[in-house]
């Protein structure tokens, strides 16, 4: 209110609230004119306004300060109907804009804090008018009179704070509770029109690290940068929110196309993990995809989140950098790795722990050169579980500095007794790297052992560069000090930085597996890329192993691209010690190349009991191994070429297939359409049966049971018709090899 007043130059000359002696002039209701000086000030100071209109409806009065700031100085709006120039803000957007104005005034109600936007031209301007109607002597309507403030801050102020509440500040992008919202009625709606959403959780992989190390600020600016590469990625397909952290979460309208959103998930883990520059600094990360489509695997928010925060978590435990789909058995998959984490705790001191050792050989002579320690796990319930699922879960939960330890304890002690003196090397994890006394630890085992240090190598992977460089050199420096050989694993896989290389004094590049398999296709260019590599290490005088060769096409290629050493199911797989100790007995220690001509990637050996219809029956079979393209079945009796049957895989999948060979009660079948990757290792279908498909058929809709297909067909199926083939027992496969 100040000012107000203050603006009468009476006011200010004569009462400056010293002089109590003047006598009081209290303002009265028949004092018009220093009641118009009031309202005149009142309207000066900008406080509110006045307007009234004629019968008509028609302005005739506006504060002479309002018009001036709307820039109707010249009275061009006096006459004009109040309608018109007052469009008050629509309820909802069907509502046409003016007509609630209009009604108001036609019926003669009273208004009171009506929002109106001024017909300005190139500026938002709000004001909240109130006004009555007004009536003479006679109760003849004579218009209305009313008064008005400007709202427009007010409002800003109001939209910022709403999209605050519904938008993440630092990216732009929506917020957990905008995101819930859309999901939300996305959902309900679709439920009446059977329509399908996606939804996808994504989680960085070393986010932290890199926030950790490189400041916040950076951490920030590099989630801005992915919040750009995601919607570049998804772009009018979907809404992308940020949830939290580096938790992101893309809603994807009306698709259930399993191949789609592979391939979407399989572009947005690689663009995400395409390095980043931020403020001259080079940070790379990655991110794990998890994905789950309703109404298949939930009806509501709740359990698609649910659903795709279970595909996420095995995403992260098959390893970063994938996606993985929503399915039943991750619930089962949930559980055991809880309890892979509470078992791991003790499988050291109960022995349940070894190391297995795998020749490298030389590509020329085939005779071994040194050796890989890989850790083995025999559970006592599950039998043996592979390292790629209990490293993982090792390093999150900092076990695996123990084992790290035992191990390097174990491997040093084992190596010092073989009958030859071969160089050994040792997966290191990053958590190990990541302590500052991790010399010291290898120094232990070294001086406890009794080996030479020139014989053990540390096989470290690219991740340890993300952290402090500096550190990272320190340390290699410290580990060369001791003596000891250091070799890149994995070369080529996460951040594949030629930078890394001339950085860290390396010895051995292993160039990964991926490299090796499908080098030989036509249309692959990972030979150049092995190639390439070769060279290079050639140039820095660094050896370089083939890993993971098995075909003999794969031994070719390797060796005639120059890779100087070769490790791969080709020459030996890992042994235990004893077995290991037995080959280096011999008096030549070389290997034989034994495999097959061609690696074949696609036919993978499975045991899983499916269902098969064929007519109207349902058979119970197993399925022996699995390709996109077909699969061996068992269970049957001589199946006549030709048959055409339909393989209920689960989970609502189902595959038409014709029967190519058949001997006895194994069939080959192929399908009719492909499958594709499921994100992780396995394949699934691109559609599956819709729950909205169970709900005609008279079931409550409900997301996906195990074995929805035989919950429809339960009633057609088997009812009293005679089955064609006969049905044999397949027995299960040995414990332990199903994981
Ligand atoms: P890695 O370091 O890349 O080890 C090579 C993996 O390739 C081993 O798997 C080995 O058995 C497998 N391999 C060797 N030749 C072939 C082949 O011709 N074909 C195929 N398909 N695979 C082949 P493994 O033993 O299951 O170990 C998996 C990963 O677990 C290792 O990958 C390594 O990252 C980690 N790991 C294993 N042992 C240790 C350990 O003691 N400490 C740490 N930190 N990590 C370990
Ligand atoms: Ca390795
Ligand atoms: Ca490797």
């Given amino acids: 209110m100040a000012g107000f007043f203050s603006r009468s130059p009476r006011t200010n000359a004569e009462d400056d609230g010293t002089s109590g002696d003047e006598p009081l002039r209290p303002i009265d209701a028949s004092d018009a004119a220093r009641r118009v000086e009031l309202l005149d000030s009142f309207e000066a100071a900008g406080l509110g306004w006045f307007w009234a209109t004629d019968a008509k409806g028609r302005l005739i009065y506006l504060s002479e300060n309002a018009a001036h700031t709307l820039g109707w100085t010249h009275g061009e709006t006096i006459g004009k109907p109040l309608g018109e120039l007052f469009i008050p803000e629509p309820l909802d957007a069907s509502e046409t804009a003016g007509r609630p104005l209009a009604f108001l005034l036609s019926a003669r109600h009273s208004i009171s804090q009506l929002n109106v936007r001024l017909a300005v031209e190139d500026q938002e301007v709000w004001w909240e008018i109130a006004g009555k109607p007004q009536f003479d002597d006679k109760q003849r309507f004579t218009g209305y009179r009313g008064s008005a403030k400007d709202v427009t801050a007010i409002r800003e102020g109001q939209q910022d704070a709403e999209r605050l509440a519904q938008y993440d500040s630092l990216t732009g992008l929506a917020n957990r509770h905008r995101m819930t919202e859309r999901l939300t009625s996305i959902l309900k709606a679709y439920r009446n029109s059977k329509r399908s959403c996606a939804l996808m959780m994504l989680d960085l992989d070393r986010f932290k690290q890199i926030n950790d190390t490189l400041g916040h600020p950076t951490g920030d600016e590099l989630l801005k940068q992915v919040a750009g590469r995601l919607g570049r990625i998804v772009g009018d397909k979907g809404e992308i929110g940020r949830l939290e952290g580096d938790e992101f979460q893309i809603v994807l309208p009306d698709i259930d196309d399993r191949g789609a959103l592979g391939e979407l998930g399989q572009r947005l883990v690689q663009m995400i993990s395409q390095p980043y520059s931020i403020n001259g600094a080079r940070a790379i990360i990655g991110t794990s995809i998890g994905v789950a489509v309703a109404p298949y695997d939930g009806l509501d928010t709740e359990e698609l989140v649910k659903a795709a925060d279970l595909a996420l978590h095995a995403a992260k435990g098959g390893g970063s950098g994938q996606y993985r789909f929503y399915s039943s058995d991750l619930q089962d998959g949930a559980k055991y790795r809880r309890q892979i984490e509470d078992d791991l705790r003790d499988a050291v001191e109960s022995g349940r722990i070894s190391m297995h050792y795998q020749p490298v050989v030389c590509t020329r002579t085939h005779r071994v050169k040194c050796c890989e320690a890989l850790m083995r796990w025999d559970h006592p319930d599950r039998g043996p579980i592979s390292p790629n699922v209990f490293i993982p879960v090792a390093e999150e939960t900092g076990i695996i500095r123990k084992m790290g330890e035992w191990a390097l304890n174990e491997v040093c002690h084992q190596a010092k007794a073989w009958p030859l003196d071969l160089p050994v090397a040792i997966n290191i994890s990053a958590v190990q790297f990541a302590h500052d006394d991790f010399p010291q630890v290898v120094q232990a085992a070294l001086s406890q052992s009794g080996l030479d240090p020139e014989r053990l190598e540390l096989e470290i992977t690219e991740s340890v560069f993300l952290g402090d460089a500096g550190r990272a ?169 030709g048959t055409e049957v339909v393989l209920d895989l689960g989970g609502g999948q189902l595959v038409v297939a014709t029967v190519r060979r058949s001997k006895g009660s194994v069939q080959g079948v192929e399908f009719e359409t492909s499958l594709i990757s499921d994100g992780a290792e396995g394949l699934c279908t691109r559609h599956r049966v819709s729950p909205y498909q169970i709900e005609a058929a008279g079931r409550p809709l409900a997301a996906l049971p195990h074995d929805p297909y035989a919950l429809i067909m339960s009633e057609r199926l088997n009812s009293g018709a005679r089955k064609k083939f006969v049905e044999v027992e397949v027995g299960n496969p040995k414990p332990g090899t199903g994981y």
Wanted: charge should be negative; charged fraction near 30%; hydrophobic fraction near 40%.
């Fill in 473 to 641: 050199q320190r340390l290699f420096g410290e580990l060369k000090e001791i003596g000891v050989k250091l070799a890149l694993d994995d070369f080529g896989t996460g951040y594949s930085s030629l930078s890394y290389l001339r950085k860290a004094p390396f010895d051995k590049i292993k160039i990964d597996q991926s490299f090796v398999r499908g080098a030989t296709e036509a249309e692959n260019n990972n030979a150049a890329i092995l190639s390439a590599i070769v060279g290079l290490a050639d140039a820095l005088d660094m050896e370089t192993v083939a890993e993971g060769v098995e075909a003999r096409d794969e031994l070719d290629l390797v060796t005639e691209r120059g890779a100087t050493l070769v490790q791969g199911y080709i020459f030996s797989r890992p042994m235990p010690n004893d077995e290991f100790i037995e080959d280096l007995q011999r008096s030549e220690p070389t290997y034989e190349p034994r495999g097959p001509a061609k690696y074949r990637a696609d036919r993978k050996s499975v045991f899983r009991r499916i269902g098969l219809i064929h007519e109207d029956s349902r058979y119970k079979v197993v399925m022996r191994n699995l390709s996109k393209t077909g699969a061996m079945i068992e269970g049957l009796l001589e199946v006549p070429l």
